[in-house]
Protein backbone atom coordinates (compact mmCIF):
# COMPACT_ATOMS: atom_id res chain seq x y z
CA UNK A 1 0.00 0.00 0.00
CA UNK A 2 1.45 3.40 -0.57
CA UNK A 3 2.04 5.82 1.71
CA UNK A 4 0.62 9.03 1.09
CA UNK A 5 2.91 11.70 2.75
CA UNK A 6 4.90 13.77 0.05
CA UNK A 7 4.75 17.75 -0.16
CA UNK A 8 5.40 17.89 -3.89
CA UNK A 9 6.87 21.52 -4.56
CA UNK A 10 7.24 21.13 -8.22
CA UNK A 11 4.00 20.60 -9.36
CA UNK A 12 2.07 21.49 -12.91
CA UNK A 13 -1.40 22.40 -13.95
CA UNK A 14 -2.77 23.13 -17.03
CA UNK A 15 -6.21 23.95 -16.89
CA UNK A 16 -8.04 24.28 -19.73
CA UNK A 17 -7.43 28.28 -19.99
CA UNK A 18 -3.70 27.93 -20.28
CA UNK A 19 -3.94 25.34 -23.02
CA UNK A 20 -6.86 27.88 -24.66
CA UNK A 21 -3.95 30.70 -24.30
CA UNK A 22 -0.56 28.21 -25.76
CA UNK A 23 -3.31 27.35 -28.84
CA UNK A 24 -4.21 30.87 -29.54
CA UNK A 25 -0.53 32.22 -29.65
CA UNK A 26 1.05 29.32 -32.11
CA UNK A 27 0.77 26.09 -29.85
CA UNK A 28 3.69 24.11 -27.77
CA UNK A 29 7.17 25.02 -29.52
CA UNK A 30 9.53 23.22 -26.91
CA UNK A 31 9.29 20.16 -29.06
CA UNK A 32 7.81 18.12 -26.16
CA UNK A 33 4.37 18.55 -26.83
CA UNK A 34 1.07 19.75 -24.32
CA UNK A 35 -0.21 16.79 -22.13
CA UNK A 36 -3.66 16.14 -21.11
CA UNK A 37 -4.54 17.44 -17.87
CA UNK A 38 -7.44 17.71 -14.98
CA UNK A 39 -8.19 17.56 -11.56
CA UNK A 40 -9.31 14.15 -11.31
CA UNK A 41 -6.28 12.68 -13.11
CA UNK A 42 -4.28 15.17 -11.17
CA UNK A 43 -5.55 13.42 -7.59
CA UNK A 44 -5.07 9.89 -9.22
CA UNK A 45 -1.89 10.09 -9.63
CA UNK A 46 -1.05 11.74 -6.64
CA UNK A 47 -1.94 8.95 -4.82
CA UNK A 48 -0.04 6.63 -7.30
CA UNK A 49 3.15 7.89 -6.31
CA UNK A 50 2.27 8.77 -2.46
CA UNK A 51 1.81 12.68 -3.53
CA UNK A 52 -0.37 14.07 -0.20
CA UNK A 53 -0.14 17.50 -0.94
CA UNK A 54 0.96 19.21 -4.42
CA UNK A 55 2.67 22.92 -4.48
CA UNK A 56 1.34 24.11 -8.22
CA UNK A 57 2.33 25.91 -10.44
CA UNK A 58 2.19 26.61 -14.08
CA UNK A 59 5.73 25.70 -16.00
CA UNK A 60 6.99 27.60 -19.10
CA UNK A 61 6.62 29.61 -21.37
CA UNK A 62 3.63 30.58 -18.88
CA UNK A 63 1.60 34.17 -19.87
CA UNK A 64 4.44 35.63 -21.24
CA UNK A 65 3.24 34.18 -24.41
CA UNK A 66 1.48 37.40 -24.91
CA UNK A 67 3.89 40.18 -26.10
CA UNK A 68 0.88 42.65 -25.08
CA UNK A 69 1.56 43.83 -21.57
CA UNK A 70 -2.31 44.36 -20.72
CA UNK A 71 -3.30 40.93 -22.21
CA UNK A 72 -0.60 39.31 -20.14
CA UNK A 73 -1.76 40.98 -17.00
CA UNK A 74 -5.04 39.64 -17.58
CA UNK A 75 -4.04 36.01 -18.56
CA UNK A 76 -1.89 36.03 -15.19
CA UNK A 77 -5.51 36.79 -13.33
CA UNK A 78 -7.36 34.50 -14.86
CA UNK A 79 -5.09 31.75 -13.58
CA UNK A 80 -4.58 32.79 -10.64
CA UNK A 81 -7.86 32.90 -10.39
CA UNK A 82 -8.76 29.58 -11.44
CA UNK A 83 -5.99 28.20 -8.93
CA UNK A 84 -7.95 29.67 -6.03
CA UNK A 85 -10.72 27.32 -7.59
CA UNK A 86 -8.64 24.80 -7.45
CA UNK A 87 -7.14 25.57 -3.74
CA UNK A 88 -10.28 26.26 -2.25
CA UNK A 89 -12.32 22.74 -3.53
CA UNK A 90 -8.62 20.84 -2.14
CA UNK A 91 -7.41 22.61 0.32
CA UNK A 92 -6.11 19.26 1.91
CA UNK A 93 -4.22 18.90 -1.54
CA UNK A 94 -3.18 21.94 -3.01
CA UNK A 95 -1.25 25.16 -2.39
CA UNK A 96 -0.84 27.92 -5.22
CA UNK A 97 2.21 29.23 -6.59
CA UNK A 98 0.58 32.25 -8.41
CA UNK A 99 1.59 33.50 -11.95
CA UNK A 100 2.87 36.64 -13.51
CA UNK A 101 3.23 38.27 -16.86
CA UNK A 102 7.11 38.79 -17.78
CA UNK A 103 8.79 40.31 -14.99
CA UNK A 104 10.23 43.22 -17.45
CA UNK A 105 6.31 44.42 -16.81
CA UNK A 106 7.08 45.23 -13.36
CA UNK A 107 4.25 47.60 -12.62
CA UNK A 108 1.82 44.47 -14.18
CA UNK A 109 4.02 42.38 -11.70
CA UNK A 110 3.70 44.44 -8.68
CA UNK A 111 0.38 44.99 -9.41
CA UNK A 112 -0.92 41.19 -9.47
CA UNK A 113 1.99 40.09 -6.96
CA UNK A 114 -0.22 42.36 -3.75
CA UNK A 115 -3.60 41.33 -5.33
CA UNK A 116 -2.64 37.18 -5.62
CA UNK A 117 -1.27 36.92 -1.94
CA UNK A 118 -4.10 39.76 -0.14
CA UNK A 119 -6.62 38.13 -2.35
CA UNK A 120 -5.76 34.52 -3.71
CA UNK A 121 -4.36 32.78 -1.30
CA UNK A 122 -1.13 32.26 -3.22
CA UNK A 123 2.19 31.35 -0.92
CA UNK A 124 4.13 32.51 -3.34
CA UNK A 125 4.74 32.66 -7.26
CA UNK A 126 6.57 30.95 -10.50
CA UNK A 127 9.21 32.99 -12.00
CA UNK A 128 11.08 31.52 -15.32
CA UNK A 129 14.68 31.63 -15.66
CA UNK A 130 15.07 34.90 -18.11
CA UNK A 131 12.82 36.85 -19.75
CA UNK A 132 13.52 37.89 -23.74
CA UNK A 133 11.96 42.17 -25.28
CA UNK A 134 12.26 43.12 -28.32
CA UNK A 135 14.19 46.56 -26.09
CA UNK A 136 17.67 45.83 -25.00
CA UNK A 137 18.27 46.35 -21.97
CA UNK A 138 22.18 47.14 -20.64
CA UNK A 139 22.56 45.60 -24.20
CA UNK A 140 21.10 42.75 -23.88
CA UNK A 141 17.39 41.22 -24.86
CA UNK A 142 17.59 38.70 -22.40
CA UNK A 143 17.40 39.37 -19.01
CA UNK A 144 18.29 36.76 -16.19
CA UNK A 145 16.83 36.95 -12.69
CA UNK A 146 19.43 39.32 -11.21
CA UNK A 147 18.85 42.03 -13.67
CA UNK A 148 18.82 45.71 -12.39
CA UNK A 149 14.91 46.44 -13.84
CA UNK A 150 14.21 43.60 -11.78
CA UNK A 151 15.12 44.54 -8.29
CA UNK A 152 11.71 46.10 -7.38
CA UNK A 153 9.96 42.53 -7.45
CA UNK A 154 12.71 41.27 -5.54
CA UNK A 155 12.07 43.68 -2.68
CA UNK A 156 8.03 42.87 -2.98
CA UNK A 157 8.92 39.02 -3.10
CA UNK A 158 10.73 39.59 0.30
CA UNK A 159 8.50 42.11 1.79
CA UNK A 160 6.01 39.47 1.93
CA UNK A 161 8.09 36.52 2.52
CA UNK A 162 7.32 34.50 -0.66
CA UNK A 163 8.70 31.12 -1.86
CA UNK A 164 9.95 31.88 -5.80
CA UNK A 165 9.63 28.59 -7.49
CA UNK A 166 12.29 29.42 -10.19
CA UNK A 167 11.77 27.18 -13.29
CA UNK A 168 13.74 26.80 -16.54
CA UNK A 169 12.84 28.40 -19.92
CA UNK A 170 14.71 28.68 -23.60
CA UNK A 171 17.35 31.32 -23.11
CA UNK A 172 20.08 32.42 -25.21
CA UNK A 173 21.05 28.67 -26.37
CA UNK A 174 19.06 27.36 -28.95
CA UNK A 175 18.88 23.61 -29.38
CA UNK A 176 21.47 22.19 -31.65
CA UNK A 177 18.93 19.27 -33.19
CA UNK A 178 15.07 18.53 -32.92
CA UNK A 179 15.84 15.65 -30.60
CA UNK A 180 18.73 17.68 -27.89
CA UNK A 181 15.01 19.76 -26.80
CA UNK A 182 15.47 22.46 -24.83
CA UNK A 183 14.72 20.48 -21.49
CA UNK A 184 17.38 17.69 -22.26
CA UNK A 185 20.44 19.86 -21.57
CA UNK A 186 20.01 23.04 -21.97
CA UNK A 187 17.11 24.31 -19.27
CA UNK A 188 20.21 22.84 -16.34
CA UNK A 189 22.26 25.25 -17.53
CA UNK A 190 19.34 28.25 -18.35
CA UNK A 191 18.86 27.41 -14.55
CA UNK A 192 22.23 27.53 -13.17
CA UNK A 193 23.14 31.00 -14.96
CA UNK A 194 20.24 32.43 -13.49
CA UNK A 195 20.57 30.69 -9.96
CA UNK A 196 24.44 32.70 -10.34
CA UNK A 197 23.48 36.09 -11.35
CA UNK A 198 20.52 36.30 -8.34
CA UNK A 199 24.05 35.90 -6.20
CA UNK A 200 26.57 38.08 -8.62
CA UNK A 201 23.80 40.45 -8.58
CA UNK A 202 23.58 40.62 -4.15
CA UNK A 203 19.72 39.93 -4.41
CA UNK A 204 20.20 36.42 -3.05
CA UNK A 205 21.65 37.97 0.48
CA UNK A 206 19.84 41.41 0.04
CA UNK A 207 16.63 39.86 0.40
CA UNK A 208 17.02 36.89 2.82
CA UNK A 209 13.46 36.15 3.75
CA UNK A 210 12.41 34.80 0.09
CA UNK A 211 12.36 31.41 -0.09
CA UNK A 212 13.87 30.81 -3.58
CA UNK A 213 13.68 27.07 -4.83
CA UNK A 214 15.48 25.43 -7.78
CA UNK A 215 14.30 23.68 -10.35
CA UNK A 216 15.95 20.31 -10.96
CA UNK A 217 18.36 19.85 -8.58
CA UNK A 218 19.64 23.29 -9.61
CA UNK A 219 20.83 22.86 -12.99
CA UNK A 220 24.81 21.87 -12.90
CA UNK A 221 25.15 24.66 -10.09
CA UNK A 222 25.84 21.19 -7.36
CA UNK A 223 28.69 19.97 -9.94
CA UNK A 224 30.27 23.25 -10.75
CA UNK A 225 29.51 25.64 -7.26
CA UNK A 226 32.98 25.76 -6.20
CA UNK A 227 34.72 26.50 -9.62
CA UNK A 228 31.80 29.39 -10.06
CA UNK A 229 32.58 30.92 -6.67
CA UNK A 230 36.32 30.66 -7.15
CA UNK A 231 36.09 32.54 -10.76
CA UNK A 232 33.34 34.69 -9.67
CA UNK A 233 36.07 35.93 -6.45
CA UNK A 234 39.02 36.56 -9.25
CA UNK A 235 36.84 39.28 -11.04
CA UNK A 236 35.29 40.85 -7.95
CA UNK A 237 37.87 41.38 -5.13
CA UNK A 238 34.73 42.49 -2.66
CA UNK A 239 33.50 39.06 -2.28
CA UNK A 240 35.63 36.02 -1.47
CA UNK A 241 34.73 32.52 -2.85
CA UNK A 242 33.82 31.34 0.59
CA UNK A 243 31.04 34.02 0.77
CA UNK A 244 29.71 33.17 -2.63
CA UNK A 245 29.84 29.60 -1.97
CA UNK A 246 27.57 30.61 1.65
CA UNK A 247 25.06 32.19 -0.78
CA UNK A 248 24.76 29.11 -3.28
CA UNK A 249 24.11 27.37 -0.50
CA UNK A 250 21.08 29.43 0.62
CA UNK A 251 18.97 28.15 -2.45
CA UNK A 252 16.20 25.64 -2.13
CA UNK A 253 16.33 22.43 -4.65
CA UNK A 254 13.77 19.79 -6.05
CA UNK A 255 14.38 16.18 -7.22
CA UNK A 256 12.18 16.69 -10.23
CA UNK A 257 14.48 14.49 -12.85
CA UNK A 258 17.22 14.65 -10.47
CA UNK A 259 17.10 11.49 -8.65
CA UNK A 260 19.55 9.38 -10.37
CA UNK A 261 22.05 7.52 -7.19
CA UNK A 262 25.15 10.43 -9.25
CA UNK A 263 22.62 13.63 -8.90
CA UNK A 264 21.76 12.61 -5.29
CA UNK A 265 25.19 12.21 -4.13
CA UNK A 266 26.04 15.36 -6.07
CA UNK A 267 23.21 17.30 -4.74
CA UNK A 268 23.73 16.01 -0.59
CA UNK A 269 27.67 16.83 -1.15
CA UNK A 270 26.59 20.28 -1.79
CA UNK A 271 23.01 21.56 -0.42
CA UNK A 272 22.08 21.65 2.81
CA UNK A 273 20.16 18.80 2.84
CA UNK A 274 17.22 21.04 4.78
CA UNK A 275 16.81 22.23 1.79
CA UNK A 276 15.55 19.42 -0.97
CA UNK A 277 11.98 18.77 -1.32
CA UNK A 278 9.93 16.03 -3.58
CA UNK A 279 9.39 17.43 -7.13
CA UNK A 280 7.51 15.31 -9.69
CA UNK A 281 7.22 17.64 -12.59
CA UNK A 282 3.31 15.98 -12.71
CA UNK A 283 2.68 16.18 -15.69
CA UNK A 284 5.02 17.63 -18.42
CA UNK A 285 7.68 15.12 -17.55
CA UNK A 286 4.83 12.12 -18.51
CA UNK A 287 4.24 9.36 -16.29
CA UNK A 288 6.93 6.85 -17.23
CA UNK A 289 9.50 9.61 -16.10
CA UNK A 290 7.91 10.59 -13.18
CA UNK A 291 7.37 6.98 -12.12
CA UNK A 292 11.11 6.03 -12.99
CA UNK A 293 11.65 9.50 -11.13
CA UNK A 294 10.08 8.75 -8.17
CA UNK A 295 10.96 4.71 -7.29
CA UNK A 296 14.41 6.34 -7.78
CA UNK A 297 14.26 8.18 -4.87
CA UNK A 298 13.41 5.60 -3.02
CA UNK A 299 16.12 2.87 -4.56
CA UNK A 300 18.81 5.42 -4.25
CA UNK A 301 18.10 7.12 -0.26
CA UNK A 302 16.68 3.73 1.15
CA UNK A 303 18.30 0.39 -0.78
CA UNK A 304 21.69 2.10 -2.18
CA UNK A 305 22.85 5.13 0.33
CA UNK A 306 25.97 3.82 1.66
CA UNK A 307 24.81 4.93 5.44
CA UNK A 308 21.28 3.44 5.25
CA UNK A 309 20.46 5.29 8.84
CA UNK A 310 21.02 8.34 6.98
CA UNK A 311 19.74 7.35 4.00
CA UNK A 312 16.15 7.04 5.35
CA UNK A 313 16.43 10.15 7.24
CA UNK A 314 17.65 11.79 3.87
CA UNK A 315 14.27 10.54 2.20
CA UNK A 316 11.75 11.22 4.96
CA UNK A 317 13.72 14.98 4.94
CA UNK A 318 13.04 15.43 0.80
CA UNK A 319 9.84 13.36 0.71
CA UNK A 320 7.75 15.53 3.75
CA UNK A 321 9.61 16.80 6.76
CA UNK A 322 11.79 19.75 5.02
CA UNK A 323 8.33 21.00 3.31
CA UNK A 324 6.55 21.14 6.51
CA UNK A 325 8.50 22.16 8.57
CA UNK A 326 9.54 25.38 6.03
CA UNK A 327 5.52 25.65 5.66
CA UNK A 328 4.94 25.47 9.37
CA UNK A 329 7.46 27.77 10.06
CA UNK A 330 6.00 30.70 7.57
CA UNK A 331 2.25 29.71 8.54
CA UNK A 332 1.67 28.13 4.40
Given amino acids: MTVINKIDTHHHIIPDIYRAMINETGGDKSGWGIPQWNEEYDL ?51 VSLGSLPSLLNVEGCLTEIDYAVNHLGVIGFTVFTSYASETPF ?22 YKLFIFVHPCPGEAKPISDIMVSCAADFTFETTRTAL ?10 YPDIIISLAHAGGTL ?29 FYFDTA ?24 DIPWAGESITDSNT ?4 KVLLDEWED ?6 LYDMVCYKNAAALFESRGW
Wanted: charge should be positive.
Fill in 308 to 313: KEEGKK
Fill in 138 to 159: NGRTVQYLGADIFEPIWKKFND
Fill in 44 to 94: QIMDRWGIKKGIFSVSAPGVCIYTDKMKARKAARAINEYQKTLSDKYPDRF
Fill in 197 to 206: HLVSSGYKTK
Fill in 295 to 298: KSLQ
Fill in 257 to 280: LSSSKSSLKALFAFADPTHVFYGS
Fill in 222 to 250: PMIHDRAALCMAMVDKNTTAEQYEAAFKT
